[in-house]
């Protein structure tokens, strides 16, 4: 189902979607949500539309920091969850051991006597199969057959037109969609209807066509009963959240509340001096519309102005969330300057807080030492740590900030052996001091191209972010230095004519390939007086002062203070 370009590049599911299938003659909608933790909101959502659900656990992994969150919403909707523990096809894989983590799970998250006493379905839905027990068979009848007997059916409520937003769909013919489950009467083609939105103001509105969901794609229906999902096209202006009632008697349901964003990162217009060359929509006008756009259907982005018409302060929930956003732009064609994640402090009883989150990490014993060195000197506190099969399981608490960044030192200190998951759990009083990146940059001296000659000079100073021949400018950071601190150098310089050696490319040959950063790994990456350059084509990372004389000037009164 993950049919978006960005969930195939990165393999996660980032939209929830709608599908249906027919069995013994019943229709069983399916909506997939997302599982990662920045999606939380989204997940919380649409479980308002579900009357049963599937909780997937990996038959390896057991449960994660985030199925306990998403089984937790589940749970308090007084939702029965059937859990599906899947991949049993892994090789060391623990399927009831699992089972009992799952309990164990529906147990500490107040679990009502009947939720815990929760049917389950082993399987493999690489190898097509699901069943009640781990007999392998060649089918998900079993599957099927739960469902039937344990998801409840939709609550018919007879009555006026009730029906809220709960996501929303595009199509390039459409328009946009407003996609609900109908809680009370029917929907139906042409007809009137009034909207009823968050803050109370009503709309009235005509609506044009009506779809359900059939097997992968949409059927376009002349009603819809209370029970099923539908999609809806023609209503122009529209908000997740809002409820579409009859137009005589408009009665809201209850306002959908979502997570509060937990990071902010400040996008400004592209100020390098590149700025122009590789976008289509650079100016804040730009940036400014489509960042509003964007808040109506991410119901976990803010976006707020700032003193400057150029800059804009963006909320969300998390690198990933943020991160997200920031690619679809850059694909549609903007450029921007996106400056240092900073978590969200909030004042609690006079106290200054911060988010922490729950840390979970999976790795072989003989690393489990470095990762907890690591942990802990992000302030980071152990909370668990036990055998799964080979692999050491670690859970900590640790401060949102102390997370950022963690993940790449995590890996080259693992051999790239750590799988990391974490969630947030809470606002809790300031730990105080972490320390950020270790190592400092090199910057470029100049605008100009960089030579292989230049770059390999280099080689022993740092770790390059860039190729020879790339064009750079003056603060751009093009390499990591190998030790603290910052250094100005050229790597522009053309080959002396003085060397007597054939001139070729064999200099270019010696040059350690660059290391090529995600945008993510940029965002983790930068320090609070550096900022990312993105446009269609490139990612670059620059400080925020680009000249070196103005950066000390400003360093040093800083310094004073
Ligand atoms: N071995 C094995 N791998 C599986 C099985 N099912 C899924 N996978 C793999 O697990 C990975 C994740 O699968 P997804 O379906 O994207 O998982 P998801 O839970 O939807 O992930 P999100 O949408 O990001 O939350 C993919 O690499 C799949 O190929 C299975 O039964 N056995
Ligand atoms: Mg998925």
Known sequence: MDN????RERGITIFSKNVSVTYKGTKINVIDTP????????VERVLKMADGVLLLVDAFEGPMPQTRFVLQKALQLGLHPIVVINKVDKPNCRPDEVHDAVFELFFNLDATEQQLDFPTIYGSSKNGWMNTSLTEID?????LDAILEHVPEPKVNEGTTQMQITSLDFSSFLGRIAVGKVARGTVKESQSIALVQADGGIKRMKIKELYTFEALGKKRVTEVSAGDICAIVGLDEFNIGDTICDIDFPEA??????DEPTMSMMFSINN?????????????????????????KNLALRVEDTESADSFLVYGRGILHLGILIETMRREGFELTIGNPQVLVKEIDGKKCEPYENLVVDVPAEFSGKVIDLVTQRKGEMLIMESKGEMQHLEFDIPSRGLIGLRSTMLTGTAGEAVMAHRFTDYRPWKGNIPGRSNGVLLSKNLEKTTAYSIDKLQDRGRFFVDPGEE????????????????NVNATEPKKLTNHRASGSDDATKAAPKILMTLEECMEYIQQDECIEVTPKSIRMRKVVLNEDERKRISKSMGQD
Do not use: C, W
Request: aromatic content about 10%; overall charge negative; hydrophobic content about 35%.
């Open 35 to 42: 599982g990662h933790s920045d999606f939380g909101g989204e």
């Open 472 to 487: 750079v400018y003056t603060g751009q950071i093009i390499a990591e230095h190998i030790k603290p601190g910052d250094l």
């Open 4 to 7: 978006n370009d960005l969930e």
């Open 139 to 143: 089918n998900i009848f079993p599957l």
């Open 253 to 258: 349901l209850p306002v959908i509340s979502v």
């Open 272 to 296: 390098s001096p590149f700025f122009g060359r590789e976008g289509k929509f650079v100016t804040s006008r730009h940036v400014r519309d489509r960042l509003m756009k964007e808040t109506e």
